[in-house]
């Protein structure tokens, strides 16, 4: 797998390390030198970020400067090429997109080649890239800034906020991600925590911290149901409270489920409205940009009246004059444009409950949150579903900080909870030869952490490598999944082919951080794992459904259960293979998942 077969379309790599403007970010994660008294809790929102502190042992938000509760998740680059963060830079959005970044948590920790990402981006107003290590990156100009170096942004302005309000350092935090977040997307958000000077106590999914919130200071024992649509994503979770156990028994979502994409079936009315009157119209970024915020606008508006005028002057220049865009969106009218979308949220719910052999009305109580949750039509529906209205015990905006910073607190204190989490995507390895098969190694809501062995035997005589090729999701074969990366195992001994066998274990903590480790069942001896995600997913996909020639993978089978399964051979182009066990220093993969490769090595 060369770098040099990256295919055609590919744009030119950009350098995202050593940008033109100082950002005043580190390089690399720097730990601080000593820990702060105060934990705080984040939720790090597609749209808005928000933190929270336990004080005099009652959770609360922490205020902006300003008097806000939120945080705009926002970073632009502005006309004097400085960088702004959070209102600042939502608040050039309308007149200079293509340089304000928003949503990149939707693009944090993913391959800038992989098919999700490439068929997003006609959607972006700004310049999305590949950066050095293939995962995307954002061009604002002359500054290019990697996906983790944006979220590190938001997080350095949220640290600054709750030091602004609490008076002194704070530099510990729980940081929340949707429960459907991948492995990837969740390393990432670490290390934008690590950039930011944050000690990440612990990532934390949100539906388990939006019911902390909702159990705090009261003695529950429920099965709820967490349905959270806000900006970008959508999660629905199923949990059972306990005498401070959170126990996650099921969860689901979509990642590209949000707010915004309400938006964009308003705005695609509001150009249906005008080129009614006017003709087709090429629109430009800065138009487009005042149609989203008009869309939002009316959006918001319509989940409190019944009806919203919109209306922008010198939106388009038609005939050389300037014209206006007016008319009215009324709630019913916005509700037909966008009910696909919700009704999309409640298959996700029966499918989770579906998952557990639950019904709906095994659900006692459903909680709501994120900001699209206020949508009269989602309640509506939620309640037709359920049988019965959803719970207003907490507040959709806050519950998730509300929530991490229980959590950051209980960890430093004697009453902890008891969080338990499950795999929110299974794992699997592609078959080669197996007409690009994927076998699955850990299944989707298994309880975290968890640890599955998969066992190989080498098919050739004094055969040196194996490749293993990681995918994640629920598809049976590799075009539907996602590609996660290479684990390339090195350095094995000598011998007639079938004799040498290997045990690889995938171990997946607390956080759902996936770790690989592998050893010789023979001898017991540790096997060099090397991680790598060199080569495009597509890529490997496409050779993975060629490499029919190959011999049957391995077959999964309990720990030192019976004969070796059949083996299968590393593929002939196979490089990196190395004579030693475990070296003192082992090279960093030319590129790949620098976090994941540290966790597998321990460095
Ligand atoms: P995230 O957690 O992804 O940052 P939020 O929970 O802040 O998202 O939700 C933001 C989304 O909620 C935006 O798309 C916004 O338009 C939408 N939203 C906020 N208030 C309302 C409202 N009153 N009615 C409908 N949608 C709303
Ligand atoms: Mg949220």
Redesign the pocket.
Same mark, same amino acid.
């Given at each position: 797998m060369g770098n040099d077969a990256h295919p055609p379309q590919t744009p030119p790599v950009v350098p995202t390390g050593a940008p033109a403007i100082d950002v005043g970010l580190p390089d690399r994660p720097v730990a601080p030198a000593r820990l702060s008294r105060i934990s705080i809790g984040i939720?790090l929102?597609?749209?808005?970020?928000c933190a929270a502190v336990v004080q005099d042992g009652r959770p609360r938000v922490i205020p902006s400067r300003d008097g806000y509760n939120?945080i705009p998740?926002m970073v632009a680059l502005n006309q004097r090429n400085r960088v702004v963060v959070g209102r600042h830079a939502k608040g050039q959005l309308l007149f200079n997109p293509s340089r304000t970044v928003h949503g990149a948590?939707r693009l944090v920790g993913r391959a800038f080649d992989s098919s999700v990402v490439q068929s997003m981006l006609p959607h972006f107003p700004y310049d999305v890239v590949a950066g050095e290590d293939g995962f995307c990156a954002v061009r604002l100009g002359p500054l290019t800034l990697s996906m983790v170096q944006v979220q590190a942004l938001v997080l350095r302005e949220v640290k600054g906020v709750a030091e602004n309000f609490l008076g002194e350092e704070v530099n510990r935090a729980v940081i929340t991600v949707p429960a459907y977040y991948s492995e990837q997307q969740r390393a990432a958000v670490r290390r934008a925590g690590a950039l930011a000077g944050l000690h990440v106590e612990r990532i934390l999914n949100e539906p388990t911290a939006a019911s902390l919130a909702y159990a705090w200071g009261r003695n529950v024992k429920e099965r709820v149901l967490v349905y959270d649509l $806000?900006?970008?994503?959508f999660d629905a979770s199923v949990l059972e409270l306990a005498d401070r156990v959170y126990q996650v028994i099921s969860t689901g979502g979509d990642t590209f489920l949000?707010?915004?994409d309400?938006?964009d079936r308003i705005v695609a009315f509001l150009v249906r409205e005008f080129e009614k009157l006017h003709g087709p119209y090429k629109w430009d970024a800065v138009a487009r940009s005042r149609l989203a915020d008009a869309a939002?606008r009316a959006?918001?508006a319509?989940?409190?009246q019944e009806s919203f005028p919109v209306h922008l002057p010198y939106l388009a220049t038609v005939d050389g004059k300037p014209t206006a865009l007016d008319t009215t969106l009324t709630r019913a009218g916005l509700e037909a444009l966008v009910a696909p979308l919700v009704e999309r949220t409640v298959q996700t719910c029966a499918r989770v409950l579906d998952d557990k052999g639950l019904e709906p009305r095994d659900v006692d109580e459903v909680i709501l949150?994120? $900001?699209?949750s206020?949508?009269p039509l989602v309640q509506e529906r939620i309640r037709s579903f359920f049988g019965k209205a959803p719970s207003k015990a907490v507040h959709?905006?806050e519950a998730?900080a509300i929530g991490a910073a229980l959590l950051a607190h209980s960890l430093n204190s004697a009453e902890g909870v008891v969080l338990i989490d499950v795999v929110p995507i299974s794992i699997g390895v592609g078959l080669p030869g197996g007409g690009g098969r994927v076998k699955r190694v850990i299944e989707r809501n298994t309880p975290l952490p968890v640890r599955k062995e998969y066992q190989l035997a080498t098919t050739k005589d004094d055969q040196k490598t194996f490749d293993l090729w990681i995918f994640e999701g629920e598809g049976a074969t590799v075009a539907e999944c996602q590609y996660l990366g290479t684990i390339q195992l090195t350095g094995l001994p000598r011998g007639g082919k079938g004799s040498v066998r290997i045990a690889v274990a995938f171990e997946l903590g607390e956080e759902c951080l996936l770790a690989v480790r592998a050893r010789e069942i023979g001898s017991g001896r540790e096997v060099e794992v090397v991680f790598t995600t060199k080569g495009t997913p597509d890529e490997v996909k496409k050779r993975l459904e060629k490499e029919a020639s190959y011999a049957a993978a391995g077959i999964e089978r309990p720990p030192g259960a019976g004969a070796a399964p059949p083996g299968h051979d590393g593929p002939p182009a196979s490089t990196g293979s190395r004579e030693i066990p475990r070296p003192a220093s082992p090279p960093e993969p030319a590129t790949g998942l620098k976090g994941l490769w540290s966790r597998i090595t321990g460095r």
């Open positions: 939720d929102g597609t749209s808005n970020s939120t998740s948590k $806000g900006g970008g994503t949000g707010g915004v309400f938006d939002e959006k918001c319509l989940s409190e949150v994120g $900001g699209q206020r949508m959709p905006d998730v």
